[in-house]
């Protein structure tokens, strides 16, 4: 079988198999379909049989990719200064600066202090160096600290062995639609050729996303003031929690008092008013107008003989 039958047979069968498609139409029939309209494994199997790629070729070779991220809470003097030290060390790492934001915070005194929050990406080999800085920063121990890793080989794997296939596949459909000669068959070609294009773009993305987070670590670094944790201590007394619970007791002995308050306003001055309406009221008449007719019998003289 020559090469333009066999070429011509595969048209054939892209234009049958859209045919039959076209019954099942919805409304996204302009748009993308995530699933070609033709299986990838009828373009596998004609590529083969007209002399082109081989379904079974074999993977690159790809190194081990593991995405190392880190977060960590540490105390400093000044947080503005540790935020532009830490952006600083980030740059001359080779990395950059993701985001920084630096605000006001309010403590339970009353007092006003600096806070701040930064996220950069430093290189993978260098992530440790980088954590060892960031500590520096203070002198005391991080609050917290995460390291967290994921192992996207198997994945990025994946997605390159779909590439190569794609990439195939398009080259395929490329010289078919260049050896058409009919305005319909170029047309049928074409759609699948954009569909596979299309796919190809999402998984190029999916893989330099995987290589760069591979690539550069991602630090996230909560940085607070010391006068934010630590507290005023003269000896082994903190005056400070001592006046912390004193006037958390106050708060508390206020609140019971306004509940109590709230209660007899709302509920037992009610219910008070009622008994006293329903009960009290009508004895307290029915006492007086029987004390008033016992006065009067005895005012009233005796009858004449």
Do not use: H
């Not at 170029?186 to 290589?211: C, H, N, T």
């Amino acid at each position: 079988m020559s090469a333009k039958i066999k070429i011509a047979w595969f048209v054939l069968l892209i234009g049958a198999l859209l045919a039959a498609g076209c019954g099942a139409r919805s409304a996204t029939e302009m748009g993308y379909s995530e699933q070609p309209l033709v299986p990838q494994e009828v373009f596998v199997e004609v590529a083969r049989e007209a002399g082109g790629f081989s379904a079974s070729t074999p993977p690159l070779d790809v190194e081990r990719l593991v995405i190392k991220d880190a977060s960590l809470t540490i105390v400093v003097d000044d947080p503005s200064a540790s935020m532009e030290a830490i952006g600083q060390m980030a740059e001359e790492m080779g990395g950059f600066i993701v985001s920084a934001q630096l605000y006001q915070t309010r403590l339970e005194s009353g007092a006003e202090v600096p806070q701040a929050s930064i996220t950069v990406r430093v290189p993978a080999e260098r992530l440790n160096e980088a954590l060892a800085s960031i500590r520096s920063q203070s002198e005391i121990d991080p609050l917290s600290e995460n390291i967290n890793s994921q192992d996207v080989t198997s994945d990025y794997t994946d997605l390159q062995s779909r590439l190569r296939n794609l990439e195939a596949t398009e080259a395929q459909l490329t010289e078919i639609m260049d050896s058409a000669s009919k305005t319909e068959d170029v047309l049928a070609v074409y759609s699948q050729l954009s569909q596979v294009r299309e796919q190809i773009e999402v998984i190029k993305g999916q893989i330099l996303y995987y290589e760069r987070s591979a690539a550069l670590s991602a630090i996230s670094v909560e940085l607070k003031a010391n006068e934010a944790v630590k507290p005023l201590t003269i000896g082994n007394w903190q005056p400070v929690g001592v006046a912390k619970e004193a006037i958390q007791a106050l708060i508390n002995a206020l609140k019971f008092l306004a509940d109590a308050a709230i209660w007899i306003v709302l509920l037992i001055l009610p219910v008070l008013l009622v008994l006293y309406v329903v009960f009290v009221l009508p004895f307290t008449l029915l006492l007086r107008t029987w004390r008033k007719r016992r006065s009067s019998r005895k005012q009233a003289p005796p009858p004449a003989e």
